[in-house]
């Protein structure tokens, strides 16, 4: 059993808990993610470490009730416990694989949209442990959707927050502060977005334009988190890849948006699971058990 030592409603609908996992508290790296289990009968529900103490054995997840599992998610207290939170899983974000006198030689922007400022944060904190300082724009609808501010703020460079009504920070979308700063003379030699597959799909598309190599997480997309569903199932460059396990991170100028969003659609019925294995033949993941 997984015990959880703190819970916390973030905004509406969205929450933190730390939870009590040593193994995966000393293994994990930024980037990564778990999947978590309430018990024997509950949804298999893939989450991004947020954080960790590898001391304490503590992971931080941050999860948006969505569904039924994440409903009775949140309704989990301090105290109660998961029967599983298996991790890490997936590819640690390449940034880790650097050095980091390296990094500090380079110009990095973060993109957080959402939801997204938590797979965002603990790669910023780990590049600020090394002396690393890096941009960040957070972007939410709203002020009251805004998440992790104050701890973005404390492990940023410089911290841009934008909301879409212009109820907090800059006003707009994030692509339109990316411009902003490009205007302003601000040059970036990579670029890493995590958000809505929508808000990474404009954000790659603006930032082929400026030449801006840019990374994207495709956790949005993942189900099972194993492989075997396909739900997560993408082309990036003409090759079929799965979020979780040969990402989540992908080249985000190479990856086809369009698709991995139909397939989102589709997948959320019977009869569209039925198309798409018709479709995609043997590249076609059936192990869901939807999919006959």
Not at 91 to 106: I, Q
Not at 108 to 133: C, D, N, S, T
Not at 192 to 212: H, Q, R, S, Y
Not at 214 to 229: E, K, Q, Y
């Amino acid at each position: 059993m997984y015990k959880i030592v703190k819970k916390k409603e973030l905004t509406t609908n969205i929450y933190l808990m730390d939870v009590e996992a040593p193994r995966v508290a000393r293994n994990c790296q930024p980037g990564q993610f778990v999947i978590v289990r309430m018990d024997a009968a509950a949804e298999r529900i893939p989450l991004t470490i947020c954080d960790y103490d590898r001391e304490k054995g503590i992971v931080t997840i941050v999860f948006q009730v969505v569904g039924a599992g994440t409903k009775m998610m949140a309704g989990l207290e301090q105290g109660d416990t998961f029967q599983d939170v298996v991790g890490p899983l997936g590819c640690p974000s390449d940034l880790v694989k650097e050095d980091p006198e390296a990094l500090k030689a380079k110009k990095i922007l973060f993109v957080a949209g959402g939801v997204g400022a938590a797979p965002v944060y603990p790669q910023v904190k780990w590049l600020h442990e090394r002396g690393v300082a890096v941009d960040v724009i957070v972007g939410s609808k709203t002020r009251d959707l805004l998440i992790l501010e104050k701890e973005m703020e404390a492990v940023a460079g410089n911290l841009y927050v934008t909301t879409d009504d212009g109820s907090y920070g800059r006003s707009g979308m994030v692509t339109q502060v990316i411009k902003d700063l490009t205007a302003e003379g601000k040059k970036y030699d990579v670029c890493i977005a995590i958000g809505p597959m929508i808000m990474m799909k404009f954000v790659c598309l603006l930032t082929k334009e400026l030449n801006l190599p840019t990374v994207v997480s495709l956790n949005p997309i993942m189900v099972d988190g194993t492989g075997m569903c396909g739900a997560c199932r993408v082309t990036v460059g003409g090759k079929v890849k799965f979020a979780c396990v040969d990402g989540p991170e992908f080249d985000g100028h190479e990856v086809n948006f369009d698709e991995a969003m139909r397939r989102q659609t589709l997948y959320k019925t019977a009869e569209g699971r039925a198309m798409l294995a018709l479709e995609e033949g043997e590249t076609h993941h059936g192990g869901c058990g939807n999919c006959e």
